[in-house]
């Protein structure tokens, strides 16, 4: 199997709770190689993410029937710049707006307004902000920026 | 460090163990929080906090295994209260809110000294450890910052509780800055900021300085911890406490969890 080929079939692997943003566009693939064996290398986006057992085993069955080494560095640093321009607006579809430069600054990902602001650093994964638009008047969360 | 001597392994793993203890106990005991912070947005907070402290210890407990220690899950589940240490502070009972978020504040200006001063040590996988957790980190010594400030000025009742927090907490601050290790180690690697004395110093410097703009009154400098300093051999809670952690996980210990 070509990396290109590996690449492709990890593009079906999805965030668990975000089904629209795969791992390839999450940035999590450091490597893939398919000559002879199947090794990928995956990182966390947080370390204490407790999703990551559950991504090496989605890993596995998407390459079924072939057999595939999964493992995941934690020394290699994510950064939310990793995320790919495709991934942002899937994310932002999903109903949460993308890791944004400035955290002051995140448009609403459900109406487009610029009027909103933060009411928490932190969200209902460790990977999220809470914010408010005060235009629609709803909640929504915001990808940390780290 | 290309070849280190059987000292410096030593040291190494005496420090990454110090600051893997005090990472799980840090997120363990603030999980037990969850449900009971004054308000939803601090539940949150507070969940994924102790997320980031027990992912931190897990790969801490990685790198000792590469140093040829047990594995993560038998260090924590399985190990006796005589090998395990974190800072007493770590595992004290807490008594009241202000009480939690003083300690915090307290152990996030500590963890934020200690990783500055271990990334001297040239071991290329902690250095590229603490980069990712520097991330992290971050946004909770910020947390704990505006939890400290808010509450100091929140009017005459939460700063009573925060004054009294604090008097609580300064006798239990001293073994943080203790890890165990020979002294030669840290001249060896070039890295005075882990002396004990200089980590006291680096964190009375900060920790006065945001008393004193909180217009809270600082106790003095955190006293010198005496040599038992992060050893449990004789400690009555943490038994208790290590039972209680391991309660649900005992129930299958085969299982995969």
């Known amino acids: 199997m070509s990396p290109h080929e590996i690449l492709d079939t990890l593009k079906t692997v999805t965030d668990p709770e975000i089904p629209t943003l795969n791992i390839v566009d999450l940035g999590m693939v450091v490597s893939a190689s398919g000559d002879p064996d199947i090794v990928i290398v995956l990182r966390p986006t947080y370390l204490g993410c407790p999703a990551l057992d559950w991504i090496a085993q989605a890993v596995r069955k998407a390459l079924e029937p072939l057999e595939c080494q999964v493992s995941f560095d934690r020394t290699q640093i994510w950064s939310s710049t990793d995320m790919t321009e495709p991934g942002r607006a899937r994310l932002s579809q999903f109903g949460i707006a993308p890791p944004p430069d400035d955290a002051n600054m995140v448009p609403c990902p459900l109406c487009g307004s610029n009027n909103t602001h933060q009411s928490s650093p932190f969200g209902s994964t460790l990977c999220r902000s809470s914010y408010y638009c005060q235009d629609c008047r709803q909640p929504f969360e915001t990808w940390k920026r780290i | 460090m290309k070849h280190p001597t059987t000292i410096q392994i030593t040291a190494l793993k005496s420090l990454i163990l110090a600051m893997a203890d005090d990472e799980w106990m840090m997120g363990d005991r603030g999980a037990t929080w969850l449900a009971l912070t004054p308000d939803l947005e601090e539940d949150l907070a507070m969940s994924s906090i102790s997320q980031d402290e027990i992912g931190h210890a897990a790969l801490l407990y990685t790198l000792l295994e590469e140093l040829g220690e047990p594995g ?21 009972p807490t008594h009241s809110w202000a009480e939690w978020v003083v300690r915090r504040y307290c152990y996030e200006v500590f963890d934020d000294i200690r990783r500055k001063a271990l990334a001297r040590i040239p071991y290329p996988p902690l250095i590229a450890s603490l980069k990712k957790m520097d991330a992290e980190e971050s946004y909770h010594l910020l947390h704990f910052r505006s939890l400290m400030s808010m509450l100091a000025r929140g009017g005459p009742l939460s700063r009573s509780y925060v004054d009294t927090a604090i008097l609580a907490d300064w006798p239990l601050l001293a073994d943080l800055f203790e890890w165990g290790g020979r002294d030669e180690a840290w001249v060896l690697w070039d890295a005075g900021q882990l002396a004990p004395s200089a980590m006291r110093s680096a964190f ?4 006065q300085r945001d008393l004193i703009a909180w217009e809270l009154e600082w106790p003095g400098p955190v006293r010198v911890a005496d040599r038992a300093a992060r050893h449990h051999d004789n400690s009555k809670t943490l ?12 129930i299958a210990l085969a299982g995969n969890w």
């Open chain 2, 239 to 250: 038994p208790e406490l290590l039972q209680h952690m391991r309660e649900v996980r005992h």
């Open chain 2, 204 to 207: 009375d410097l900060v920790v």
């Open chain 2, 72 to 92: 993560a899950d038998t260090m924590v589940y399985e190990r006796g209260p005589e090998n395990w240490h974190h800072a007493v502070i770590a595992q004290h």
